[in-house]
């Protein structure tokens, strides 16, 4: 897998992602992203890649010409174009579902606007999609590009330890997670579930399961309508609500 971000701020990008797990996934060559300087491919002879909006207005606009090249040269003679995303707040959000569906990717481009944005144009003649993180809006796609390099890298083969490490977690499943607990097993009078400590796998499945139901039932309601759910799931959240 290969993950191409352009942007104005590499060094924002690299910061972020070449520590922690995805820092070592890139060391170990279980993902290769690459961060690439728009400034780098402008033509404009004071080394600028934005321009005032035509009709007026506040701010300034990112120009066509600098972020066409440098994805041209980032592409180079590929045989088949990676799909080019957008990072915009006009965007469809983005959810595990979209992170499993990048994640069979041999390859894809992040492009993270900033100041108004970029030129319509190319959207028009570059960008496959439009993500967005939610429905705010932020200074520039770099964070969101980065959100979105982790969510999918971290699902890669060998990135995690195992895949039990992503399988269990939130939004996986279309549930929320369940609570987690570690040493010590009394902490300023509150007991871990006596459950966790009872070795009972089976038993410990069910209440994990239960948990996650109740958890999301809590927090994300909503959840629940889209979330694949057993006759035993329906009944326990028939009895709890």
Same mark, same amino acid.
């Given at each position: 897998m290969k993950i191409d971000i352009l942007t104005l701020? #590499?060094?924002?990008c690299e910061a972020f992602l070449g520590e922690s797990i995805i820092g070592r996934a890139?060391?170990?060559?279980? *993902?290769e992203i690459a961060c690439h300087n728009i400034r780098d491919y402008t033509l404009d002879k004071h080394n600028r890649v934005d321009d005032a909006p035509y009709g007026g207005g506040m701010g300034m606009v990112m120009t066509a010409q600098p972020i066409n090249d440098c994805l041209k040269a980032v592409i180079g003679d590929a045989e088949t174009k990676p799909r080019v995303i957008y990072l915009s707040p006009k965007g469809k959000t983005f959810d595990q579902k979209k992170a499993i569906e990048l994640s069979k990717?041999?390859?894809? *481009?992040?492009?993270?606007?900033?100041?108004?944005? *970029?030129?319509?144009?190319?959207?028009?003649k570059c960008v496959d999609e439009e993500i967005s993180l939610g429905d705010f809006v932020l200074t520039g796609g770099e964070i969101a590009a980065v959100a979105v390099a982790d969510a999918v890298s971290r699902l890669l083969p060998g990135v995690l330890s195992d895949d039990i490490c992503f399988s269990e977690e939130s939004h996986w499943s279309g549930l929320l997670e369940y609570p987690q607990y570690t040493? #010590?097993? $009394?902490?300023?009078?509150?007991? $871990? #579930?006596?459950v966790l400590l009872s070795g009972h796998h089976a038993n410990i499945t069910k209440w994990r399961r239960e948990k996650s139901l109740?958890?999301?039932l809590k927090k994300r309601p909503e959840m629940l309508e889209k979330a694949e759910l057993t006759d035993k799931d329906v009944k326990y959240l028939n009895e709890i609500k």
């Open positions: 701020f #590499p060094e924002m890139r060391k170990e060559n279980k *993902v990717l041999d390859r894809f *481009v992040l492009l993270c606007g900033h100041y108004e944005g *970029v030129d319509e144009r190319v959207l028009e040493r #010590p097993a $009394v902490w300023e009078g509150r007991e $871990v #579930p006596e109740e958890t999301t």
